[in-house]
């Protein structure tokens, strides 16, 4: 229920509140006895009241200087006195009841007479918002016992006929007749007996029922009362907008605006009775100097901030309209928008040397732009590409990474990186770095200055200059010659001072590459190779075939190799035996390059001895010639100091030492034998003297022999034995008691037993004869047969081939039938084999070895 207030009743009237003056002669007489100064009065009031002094301390003030001017009280200084008070019993005129409060929201009671008899009629203010629902009290109290109420009439002033009845003859009030005026408030009004005082209520008030009321009661004994209503309808204010300078509504924000900008707006509001009041607030600060003015029903209010800062960005302005205290005042909020260019830029980092030809990411990164800051790479003022933005989640932090190649030509140079807000032209930041790079040693060699490359002859010094460009300097230098490194030595005469070499008197082995390297924190390098070109004289190639063997009327070449620089040559060759030196005539002599062919025959025996050849060229003449022996071609020599080796089941290995080969090149051929049957189980060549020999059945007795041959014909065999290892036997073991084993003679095993011994004798002084006989022959020719029994073992095979015949193997060399030795050779070995077979099985290879011999 809206507040109203209640005006003065007339005399006749009890239990009314005290008036605006009442309350102050009683708060002044109350404290009479005490400084009764305007705080005080207005504390005693409030607490009359209950209301806060601030409420009423302004209405209190109007009261005071009312009755002043009415002569009720007087003010000394602060203090104020009581003077008269007429009251009512005194029957004068109680002028305490002639002033009001003039605000239309007081809580006090005030009062207008509107009789002629001067009675006294109550007058209440209510407010009320346009569309909510009002309530105007009407008193239909009554003292007098057996009275009430008869009838009820509401009138506006400015109609001169009743607005609203409320008939209660013959009825009582609660179920009275009840009539409202169309040209009233209609179906909108309801009457209420029940309160206290009765009200009259209104349902969505409009403006336009606005005005003074009267209620008249009529009773059946009293007299006739009449209450009146000063109804007050507020309309709010309908419309709020916000306008910046440009007076473009705004709803939400304002801007964008740089530091340093002003900022104006407008805030108009539209309609409202009473005139709004319109205020500016910054967050909930209220903000002064504005500038307000009406047109029409528009209200204007303009504020204007200076000098806007970065703290401004997002800050909220809020305009408020209100008239009243009943309803929410009119709002309407618009935020800051602001750009700022970025506060700082840099480059992230210790910004230590760079290593050239080494990638690096590097960061830059900028804060304070709004929106974001672009940042761009430039290096001496050539922008750079291949850089990656990334902006941070409040979009204050740009962070630009730039992917990027040092180079040793960078050096020295400005790498900067630039922040700039592109909406605000003239405020890019930039951060530069003066880079350092660091690379690897650039070695170059050059020989002295005072040395022609081309001249240089062995016994010269020579010397060579390394030099260097490095970031950081180099901390070590070294030399190298065809790859391996050299260490300063005099005694050689090899001779480094810091980035410099010497080389006393080069030789040819002093040629070839030369090269220096470099060392410093970022590694080594080295220089390209100086190719350094001894010249000499010249000289015999080593790993010539110094011995030809040629038979009488045999034509050979014999070839002469030198090694000079330059190798333009000319050759010169001589013969030279015991007897004669003689110059070989150029028409037998062929040269290509630095080798030299001279064709020969020897048709004597004074044509065998010694040919010498000499070259020549541009640096001098050879100093120790080429010495070729030719000697008469023959067969080789056998071989010797023959051994078995790596003994298995099926395999084992044969070493021997080659002897002279009779002046040609030789091979070497393998034979291997049953010792039981003589069967040529392999039959192998090789050019050297080793053979392993596979394929074999295990513990089987083998003859081997190995022989030399050249064109010349083939040496003496060199007989060796060896067998192949046996498969492990098995041993049984008899559980029960083993009975001895006895052998009975019986009379033909005694006369085998005595053929056997007889034949065994025969055959001890054949193989003696034979030894002999072999023993004798080999002395002759210079041979001999190496019986070899005990092998070695663990010897690694490398050598294939075997063979199974003569036919089958094209490198077998058939025997000669008339070679003498070494068939006897073979019968010795025949019968030898003999001795450990049957006797039957004996005297078929002594009669098949007899009549091979």
Known sequence: MDNYEEGEMNSETEDLPPTPSELVILAINNLENSSSTTDDIINFISRILNLNPLEISTRVQRALNRSMAHGLITKKETHYKLQTIKNKEDGGDDSTRDFFFESTSSSLPVSNNINNNNTAVPIYHVTAVQGDPVYMPCNISTSEEGDAVVIVLWYREDLGTPIYTIDTRDRSILQADRWSADNGFANRAYFMPEKLPAELGVDHVRESDSGIYRCRVDFRKAQTRNTKVNLTVIVPPQKIVILDENDAVKTSTVGPYLEGNDLNLKCDVHDGKPKPTVNWYRGKIKLGKMISYTSGTKIRSEIIIKNLQRKDLNSQLTCVATNNNKTQPLTTTVHIDMNFPPLNVEILGSMQPLSAGRRYDLLCQSSGSRPPATITWWINGQRLDKAKETISEDGNTTTSTLSFVASKTDADKYLSCRSENSLIMGEELESTWKLKIQYLPECRIELGKSLNKNTIREGSDVYFDCFITAEPSVYKVEWKHNGRQLNHNIARGIIISNQ???????????????????????????????????????????????????????????????????????????????????????????????????????????????????????????????????????????????????????????????????????????????????????????????????????????????????????????????????????????????????????????????????????????????????????????????????????????????????????????????????????????????????VQVRSQIIHTGTTTH
């Not at 541009?618 to 022996?629: A, E, L, N």
Request: charged residues 20%.
């Open 500 to 838: 410099s070499l010497v080389l006393q008197s080069v030789s040819r082995s002093s040629g070839g590459n030369y090269s220096c390297l470099g060392y410093n924190s970022e590694g080594e390098s080295e220089s390209d190779p100086f190719d350094l070109n001894i010249l000499y004289a010249p000289t015999c190639k080593p790993n010539q075939i110094r011995v030809h063997g040629i038979a009488k009327s045999e034509k050979a070449s014999i070839s002469c190799a030198v090694e000079a620089n330059p190798s333009d040559v000319t050759f010169r060759w001589l013969f030279n035996n015991s007897a004669e030196s003689i110059d070989v005539a150029s028409s037998h002599i062929t040269k290509s390059g630095t080798l030299s062919i001279v064709s020969y025959t020897p048709r004597t025996e004074m044509d065998y001895g010694t040919l010498l050849c000499w070259a020549k060229n541009s640096i001098g003449d050879q100093k120790v010639p080429c010495v070729f022996h030719i000697i008469a071609a023959g067969r080789p020599d056998s071989v010797s100091n023959c051994s078995v080796f790596n003994i298995s089941l099926a395999s084992f290995l044969i070493k021997c030492t080659e002897g002279f080969n009779g002046g040609l090149p030789q091979s070497f051929l393998l034979e291997v034998l049953k010792t039981t049957t003589q069967e040529i189980t392999i039959n192998t060549t090789s050019p050297v003297p080793r053979f392993i020999v596979e394929n074999l059945e295990s513990g089987i007795q083998y003859h081997v022999l190995i022989s030399a041959f050249n064109p010349k014909g083939r040496s003496e065999p060199m007989v060796l034995q060896a067998s192949t290892l046996r498969l492990p036997e098995k041993q049984l073991t008899l559980e029960r008691e083993s009975q001895k084993s006895v052998i009975q003679m019986t009379p033909l095993m005694t006369v085998v037993s005595i053929i056997g011994g007889a034949f065994l004798l025969v055959a001890i002084a054949i193989v003696l004869v034979l030894r002999i006989q072999c023993y004798r022959a080999r002395r002759r020719k210079k041979h001999k047969i190496c019986h070899q029994s005990n092998v070695s073992l663990n010897f690694k095979l490398d050598q294939n081939g075997p063979g199974d015949s003569d036919e089958k193997n094209p490198d077998v060399i058939p025997l000669s039938n008339t070679d003498n030795a070494y068939q006897q050779s073979k019968l010795l070995l025949l019968i030898e084999a003999s001795l450990q077979l049957p």
